[in-house]
């Protein structure tokens, strides 16, 4: 049996718009199978009007996520960029003698440089994403509260898209624990559901600007 000849349409992979996801956990769905989470699904839906991918790893923090944007994002040059960091960042960990992994005033340069730095290499859409509360208990939620506020003002005074995942939570028919797998703070099946339901239709409008903008 001959082996079959795939054509790829590289003029046409050129002109989709590049829609990159850069953030932790949260975005690359720890906890669950691959195929559940909320970017997949989005990756999924956008499949024929998008190149998708998800620049995310377990644990970054904004100072991680700086080190490593380089390579994974700005020599990719996406013209949509959906960020969200801050669950890892404002973590107090012992061995640092009860300071968070970075300071909020930290936390907010960061990530107006990686604002900066994803316009500078051609994003036209970026949007930030709020975190959900979770159930690690109400210093962890205070904490991640007040680096919410940050991701706000970031948006405002740089004038990104705002996806407020922590209001999206509060006003939700559902728990949070329903939200949430056993770990209180990574996303169960409904929890993905809800982030894949106020996500995309951001993300969608995101792309239908951003097309405007190219053509």
């Known amino acids: 049996m001959g082996c079959s000849t795939i054509r790829v349409d590289f003029a046409k992979a050129r002109a989709m718009i ?20 909320w970017v997949t699904r989005i990756s999924e839906t956008l499949s024929d009007r998008a190149l998708v991918a998800n620049a995310s790893a377990n644990g970054r923090t904004t100072r ?6 380089p390579y994974e994002v700005q020599s990719h040059e996406p013209d949509v960029l959906i960020v ?25 340069a ?15 859409e970026l949007i930030l994403n ?27 005074a740089k004038k990104t898209i705002l996806n407020d995942m922590e209001k999206a939570f509060n006003e939700s028919k559902y728990p949070i624990t329903n939200l949430l797998l056993s770990d209180g703070i ?23 600007k951003a097309g405007r903008n190219n053509a």
């Open 130 to 156: 709020t975190n959900h509360p979770t159930n690690k208990g109400l210093k962890y939620d205070c904490m991640n509260a007040s680096y919410n506020h940050c991701i706000r003002t970031v948006a405002r």
């Open 186 to 208: 990574h996303l169960s099946d409904k929890g993905h559901e809800l982030y894949f339901s106020r996500t995309y239709p951001i993300v969608e409008k995101a792309i239908e």
């Open 84 to 108: 969200q960091f801050g669950l890892n960042d404002c973590n107090c960990w012992e061995t640092d003698r009860g300071l968070p992994r970075v300071s909020w005033r930290a936390f907010e």
């Open 64 to 69: 991680q996520a700086l080190e490593a944007m």
């Open 18 to 37: 590049k829609v990159y996801f850069f953030g932790d956990s949260i975005c690359t769905g720890q906890g669950l199978s691959l195929h559940r989470g």
């Open 110 to 124: 960061n990530l107006m440089e990686i604002v900066d730095r994803a316009r500078a290499f051609g994003v036209k």
